[in-house]
């Protein structure tokens, strides 16, 4: 019968043989339904409880809501174990973690779908739904919705607590908007606030009474608040730790005085020495980095400046670069490289870079990093594996995982804007909300510009002026 297609007639007496025998022809049948893509199929997988059959045939197409469905209802639809060679029962309880992977599979399929469609929200919902606290938290501050992101990880406490606590410095950045120069004492103290909600902020406190541009007695104002000195007491603090060799503390201090710019030297000259080196690595540079970037911008834009503002700008660039990689930001991670080239052709400075070795960079990575159905068909060269490898090996894995991927904001996919505007980083017509910088004409993709903050405080324009997305 079942080679002349009586399936129903086969099926329907296949019991009187065995039950063993009638659910491998149901199992036969649904694969042939599987391979002509028939949704009669969905019974036979149920009948016999193989699960793992119709969730992949709903997988396979895109019927992601459906699969996900299969998967959490599974405990429903099992069929009853058959009996062993022994007589004894196979316990289901085996297979329980197999569905519960399966569950955590389809439920992150969903979420990815919803997150590159624009829907950070509806993402997060599929992570919740299966406890996945990290990429749930990931998918809000990845799609920028960051009050949303900092609301749900007070509530889920401290199993979301390293999330929650990025959500509410990238919250307090949005407050440090250099445009509006802090317009109002509420913004200066919303952003502190944010900022004494996380437990260890003594450092986010410090960048943020850094940054602030307001005259002497508000500084001094914001600085009580924070339970910091004055900044008169700073430019004490700051030269007395320096006659005691702690440089960090130095540069901390100075940028909290009266004289910011002189920390600028200071830490300067240290990242420049450990580039200079051969074991250096993000760790070692990106603190030092990341604390002068918050240097008051009527400072650092100063003339007398100038010098250690480029090479400030181009060490920012360069290190910017590598934490793309890191966070994989495939897409700006050439407009770094790109940006740091031509800051170090058209300024003069002194930095342990050469333009040629970021050219051999940038092509070692795109050789070796792109998946093989993107790159050529040439395989990377031998030096260009070395130099890969060298470059890996200056960047520490990620230590918030669920944060690794490009940033999608609601939006993305829509249309950008009646009159179109294209991108000053990839040349490229922009798709979704754009971001417009300093200079009101150049613009960028909101996703692009999100990300460059991420890894690189200062404006894609090279103009010393902080970026601020949020």
Same mark, same amino acid.
């Given at each position: 019968?079942?080679?002349? %297609? ?7 007496? @296949? ?14 049948? +649904? ?17 016999? $409880? ?20 299969? /998967? ?50 509806? /993402?997060?919902?599929?992570?919740? /739904? ?19 992101? @900092? ?40 952003? +502190?606030?944010?900022? =004494? ?40 603090? /700051?030269?007395? &730790? ?16 009266? !004289?910011?710019?002189? @920390? ?12 200079? %080196? ?19 911008? !009527? ?35 050439? +407009? ?23 050219? !051999? ?43 690794? %991927?490009?940033?999608? &904001? ?21 798709? $979704? ?15 692009? @510009?999100? =990300? ?11 103009? %010393? ?6």
């Amino acid at each position: 019968m079942v080679e002349l %297609g009586e399936w129903d007639k086969a099926l329907s007496v @296949a019991p009187g043989v065995s039950m063993k025998y009638w659910r491998k022809l149901m199992q036969r049948r +649904a694969d042939q339904l599987i391979q002509e893509e028939n949704d009669d199929v969905i019974p036979y997988c149920i009948a016999i $409880g193989d699960v793992k059959k119709l969730v992949s045939f709903f997988t396979s197409r895109g019927q992601l809501k459906e699969a996900l469905l299969v /998967a959490a209802c599974e405990g429903n639809i099992q069929m009853s174990p058959l009996p062993t060679a022994t007589g004894s029962s196979n316990s289901g309880a085996s297979n329980t973690d197999d569905y519960n992977e399966l569950l955590h599979k389809v439920s992150k399929e969903l979420a990815e779908w919803y997150f590159q469609d624009g829907h950070a929200v509806l /993402a997060a919902c599929c992570h919740l /739904a299966v406890e996945n606290i990290e990429l749930a938290m990931a998918a809000l501050i990845r799609g920028n919705e960051l009050e949303l992101a @900092a609301g749900v990880g007070s509530v889920l406490g401290e199993s979301a607590a390293p999330a929650t606590h990025y959500a509410l410095e990238l919250l307090a950045r949005k407050c440090m908007t250099v445009t509006t120069c802090f317009p109002s004492l509420g913004y200066r103290d919303l952003a +502190a606030d944010l900022l =004494m909600m996380i437990p260890e902020n003594k450092l986010q406190l410090v960048k943020l009474c850094a940054f602030y541009p307001g005259c002497a007695a508000e500084i001094n104002d914001l600085h009580e608040k924070c339970n910091l000195p004055d900044v008169e007491e700073c430019l004490r603090l /700051a030269e007395t &730790v320096q006659a005691d060799g702690d440089l960090f503390e130095t540069i901390k201090y100075y940028l909290l005085s009266t !004289e910011p710019e002189k @920390a600028l030297p200071i830490g300067i000259q240290y990242v420049k020495e450990q580039l200079c %080196g051969s074991d250096w690595t993000l760790d070692s540079v990106c603190p030092y980095l990341d604390l002068l970037s918050y240097i008051r911008t !009527e400072r650092l834009v100063l003339h007398k400046c100038s010098e250690f503002r480029n090479e400030l700008l181009i060490l920012c660039g360069y290190v910017g670069a590598l934490l793309a990689i890191r966070r994989q930001y495939n897409s700006i991670v050439p +407009a770094l490289y790109e940006y740091t080239s031509q800051l170090l052709k058209r300024r003069e400075v002194s930095v342990p870079l050469r333009i040629e070795q970021l050219s !051999e960079e940038l092509d070692a990575w795109r050789a070796c990093s792109q998946p093989a159905d993107d790159s050529p068909g040439t395989p990377p060269s031998e030096s260009q594996r070395r130099v890969y490898s060298l470059l890996l090996s200056r960047i520490p894995e990620e230590p918030l995982q669920g944060m690794v %991927g490009p940033d999608n &904001v609601t939006g993305s996919n829509l249309p950008s804007h009646a009159e179109p505007h294209v991108s000053c980083l990839t040349g490229l017509r922009i798709q $979704g909300p754009v971001f417009f910088l300093e200079d009101g004409k150049s613009a960028v993709s909101l996703n692009d @510009a999100l =990300m460059w903050a991420k890894v690189n405080p200062f404006s894609p324009l090279g103009t %010393g002026i902080r970026l601020n997305p949020f």
